[in-house]
């Protein structure tokens, strides 16, 4: 599977809920609903469990929705925050805090269009 990079540097294919709708796996799905119901306080559903990654087309899940940083990525048409000329914002900063592997999944992306 070819690795995909959400605009804020967490790992799309890495995702669960990524994974069961990429391989229709009902019983995954059914798995993350679970966990994610317990983690976020929400009530998601296995039906809820369909995600596309984040810089697609297709479908998003959850937070995804209405993700500030995936908005604004997609209103400046970048491929992902790594190559946005204002990287680091502080939103995404903020994010990095609590998910610094994201931050260095980014900044390896950001030395790649310095070259």
Same mark, same amino acid.
Request: aromatic share 8%; with cysteine; hydrophobic share 30%.
């Given at each position: 599977?070819?690795?995909?990079?959400?605009?804020? $540097? *967490?790992?799309?294919t890495d995702? #669960?809920?990524?994974?069961?709708?990429?391989?229709?796996? #009902?019983?995954?799905?059914?798995?993350?609903?679970?966990?994610?119901?317990? +983690?976020?306080?929400?009530?998601?559903k296995a039906?809820?469990?369909?995600? #596309?990654?984040?810089?697609? %087309?297709?479908?998003?899940? $959850?937070?995804?929705?209405?993700?500030?940083?995936?908005?604004?990525?997609?209103?400046?048409?970048?491929?992902?925050? $790594?190559?946005?000329?204002?990287?680091?914002?502080?939103?995404?900063? +903020?994010?990095?805090?609590?998910?610094?592997?994201?931050?260095?999944? *980014?900044? %390896?992306?950001r030395q790649?269009?310095?070259?």
């Open positions: 599977m070819v690795k995909i990079l959400a605009y804020c $540097g *967490l790992v799309c995702c #669960d809920a990524y994974k069961a709708t990429q391989n229709n796996d #009902d019983a995954l799905r059914q798995k993350v609903a679970e966990k994610w119901s317990k +983690e976020y306080n929400h009530p998601f039906a809820d469990i369909n995600c #596309d990654g984040c810089t697609g %087309a297709g479908k998003i899940v $959850g937070y995804c929705n209405v993700c500030p940083i995936r908005k604004c990525a997609r209103e400046k048409e970048v491929k992902n925050c $790594g190559w946005c000329d204002e990287y680091p914002c502080s939103g995404l900063e +903020e994010m990095h805090k609590a998910v610094p592997a994201a931050k260095k999944n *980014l900044d %390896a992306v790649k269009s310095k070259m």
